[in-house]
């Protein structure tokens, strides 16, 4: 009986040198195949895989993650205001397919608010103290430093969206010219002629292309581009609303709107509602992400949907290949996006 726990943990359960006795050799090599090393032959990774199965070794997480210099913790970085990360489902479709992605891993996932330069500087202060293994950054804005900053410190980062068309951080996005395009000649397409639009925040990159999106349609159709069409918001629903109030105040000829988020369109239908205007019949309206928001508006709203969860998961998968080989599997990946046609437009 002693012979048989020789090895055994204080707590009873078998021990790495006893899985090296099992297979008959070295507890470095035990190490090795557990940390997926290639410098182990087939032979000799089967010897003592068998014996981890034999004696139903578990690895020592903690001890795992302290010999391999990793912490098994990867940030998911947001630089907005709560209220933006709980309201919009932008957000929690990001963080459902990160969490997916990781699912299978030993990763845990940290989620933390960058609003301030205070707290950037913190965060990346934590993050140089090997708190991480890596970090996503999600909503990030055109002048935030934090990018570089990870960069500096070699911590491995992928960002979600671009703030530039020649973005050279690894980063996942979708087509959102193409969307706001499809969006745009669609309403063209259901004889709309007064097009109007409520942008996002200009200092992201996302919405300055929706923009441009809308004036590229706007000019293959042959239409002048009218500046007071244009209403500069900022993706949430209040703005949405303040933006179609100020809309129909400057051109009450207005037929149609291309929102640049689904909660601008439904602030902008509760515009529409208080001024009497039917949707679509007076004025129709599309949105953007095909977020649960659009399928549940009064009418539903047609709406331009980007993969939020897939971009999550290919976030996920190319800062794992990042962390693990030094290279994030196409590191510049853009995602189609497709128009969703409801009863709005």
């Keep these: 009986m002693a012979v048989g726990r020789r090895g055994l943990g204080r707590d009873g359960r078998p021990t790495l040198e006893q899985v090296a006795v099992r ?14 090393s290639p410098r ?12 981890i199965a034999d004696l139903g070794y578990v690895p020592h997480r903690a001890a795992r993650a302290l010999a391999a210099n990793r912490t098994d913790a990867i940030a998911l970085v947001v630089p907005e205001p709560e209220a933006r990360l709980f309201a919009e489902p932008y957000f929690s479709a990001i963080i459902r397919g990160v969490s997916a992605e ?13 609003r301030t330069s205070k707290e950037r500087q913190r965060f990346a202060q934590y993050a140089a103290g090997n708190r991480v293994d890596g970090v996503l950054l999600v909503s990030v804005h055109g002048e935030d430093p934090l990018p570089e ?44 002629r007064v097009v109007a639009t409520l942008t996002g925040p200009l200092d992201m990159y996302a919405a300055w292309c929706r923009l441009v999106g809308y004036r590229d349609a706007l000019e293959a159709a042959g239409l ?30 207005i037929d149609a709107v291309f929102c640049a988020s689904d909660l601008m369109a439904a602030g ?8 009497g205007r039917s949707v679509p019949d007076d004025v129709a309206l599309v949105g953007f992400d095909d977020s649960a928001i659009a399928r549940h508006m009064d009418p539903p709203l047609s709406s ?6 897939g971009m999550g998961r290919a976030m996920a998968r190319a800062l794992l290949a ?19 046609r409801r009863g709005s437009s």
């Design 23 to 36: 297979a008959g050799v070295g507890r470095g090599t035990v190490s090795r195949v557990i940390n997926g």
């Design 40 to 51: 182990v032959s087939d032979r000799t990774r089967a010897a003592v895989e068998a014996a």
């Design 102 to 114: 990781l699912a299978d891993t030993d990763y845990q996932l940290l989620l933390t608010l960058s």
């Design 149 to 192: 900053l990870l960069g500096q410190l070699g911590i491995p980062a992928v960002m979600n969206g671009r703030r530039s068309a020649d973005e050279p951080f690894p980063h996942v996005d979708c087509d959102n010219v193409g969307g706001a395009q499809l969006a745009v000649e669609h309403l063209l397409g259901r004889g709309r």
């Design 224 to 253: 002048e581009c009218d500046e007071t069409l244009i209403w500069r918001g900022d993706f949430t629903e209040e703005s949405g609303y303040l933006g179609m109030r100020e809309l129909l105040d400057r051109r009450p000829d």
């Design 268 to 275: 902008a239908r509760r515009a529409l509602r208080e001024a």
């Design 304 to 309: 331009v949907r980007q993969p939020i969860e």
């Design 322 to 340: 990042e962390i693990n080989d030094g290279m994030p599997i196409h590191p510049q990946q853009v995602l189609p996006t497709e128009l969703v």
